[in-house]
């Protein structure tokens, strides 16, 4: 199978997009590392965290050939989108719509996940060719504006970055997304005491909850 398929079919199959955003490289590899272990297989890692692009790198040869999807996220422009498909990234992430960032992902046939918020902002970034639109953020408007924005744009794939919690996330899928974007529910799971195995215990928590609501 193609490698844009086989990155698509992860995620749907999946249903979620881990979402590391932390603030160093280290915490970020060993967040990530628990989070496999937990049965995660499509996470983004921000470009925000210094050195994100060699972590990218590392987990993506590690992780690839057993099927993890290793994606970058807060991918801005054109030049950011480049770097990180040279270092492997399976999928490529942004909270705005910019074109010139899909273009080139399209060009070497990476999928992108684009944000976007409004009615508007959501169809042009269909146009625009993303794959995943990502509904950021989301806090604002929560389950009740998701539902409202699919309810006229049913058709598009739109994936929630922001707010999603094992408790909610049947609420989510009740309101027609496709898939949505995990963050600090899991990626923090850590901090009381530094255990990271609780890492791996919040993301086989969330990943049944969400193959429970999608039956």
């Given at each position: 199978?193609?490698?844009?398929?086989?990155?698509?079919?992860?995620?749907?199959?999946?249903?979620?997009?881990?979402?590391?955003?932390?603030?160093?490289?280290?915490?970020?590899?060993?967040?990530?590392?628990?989070?496999?272990?937990?049965?995660?297989?499509?996470?983004?890692?921000?470009?925000?965290?210094?050195?994100?692009?060699?972590?990218?790198?590392?987990?993506?040869?590690?992780?690839g050939p057993n099927g993890v999807a290793i994606g970058a996220g807060t991918v801005l422009d054109e030049h950011?989108?480049?770097?990180?498909?040279?270092?492997?990234?399976?999928?490529?992430?942004?909270?705005?719509?910019?074109?010139?960032?899909?273009?080139?992902?399209?060009?070497?046939?990476?999928?992108?996940?684009?944000?976007?918020?409004?009615?508007?902002?959501?169809?042009?970034?269909?146009?625009?060719?993303?794959?995943?639109?990502?509904?950021?953020?989301?806090?604002?408007?929560?389950?009740?504006?998701?539902?409202?924005?699919?309810?006229?744009?049913?058709?598009?794939?739109?994936?929630?970055?922001?707010?999603?919690?094992?408790?909610?996330?049947?609420?989510?899928?009740?309101?027609?997304?496709?898939?949505?974007?995990?963050?600090?529910?899991?990626?923090?799971?850590?901090?009381?005491?530094?255990?990271?195995?609780?890492?791996?215990?919040?993301?086989?928590?969330?990943l049944s909850a969400v193959a429970e609501a999608r039956q």
């Amino acid at each position: 199978m193609h490698k844009k398929l086989r990155t698509l079919k992860t995620i749907d199959q999946s249903g979620a997009v881990l979402i590391v955003r932390l603030e160093s490289a280290e915490l970020a590899e060993q967040v990530a590392e628990a989070a496999i272990a937990g049965g995660f297989r499509a996470l983004e890692i921000t470009l925000s965290i210094p050195g994100a692009v060699d972590v990218i790198r590392q987990l993506a040869a590690k992780h690839g050939p057993n099927g993890v999807a290793i994606g970058a996220g807060t991918v801005l422009d054109e030049h950011s989108a480049y770097e990180c498909i040279r270092a492997g990234a399976d999928f490529l992430v942004s909270p705005q719509l910019n074109p010139a960032m899909i273009r080139t992902a399209n060009r070497y046939q990476v999928p992108t996940i684009s944000g976007a918020y409004t009615p508007t902002e959501l169809v042009e970034s269909a146009e625009a060719g993303a794959d995943i639109l990502k509904l950021f953020p989301t806090e604002a408007g929560g389950i009740p504006y998701a539902k409202s924005v699919l309810a006229p744009l049913a058709h598009l794939p739109i994936m929630p970055a922001g707010g999603v919690t094992p408790g909610n996330v049947a609420e989510w899928f009740a309101a027609g997304v496709t898939c949505v974007g995990v963050g600090s529910a899991v990626t923090k799971a850590w901090q009381p005491d530094g255990d990271f195995s609780r890492v791996t215990e919040a993301a086989r928590e969330f990943l049944s909850a969400v193959a429970e609501a999608r039956q």
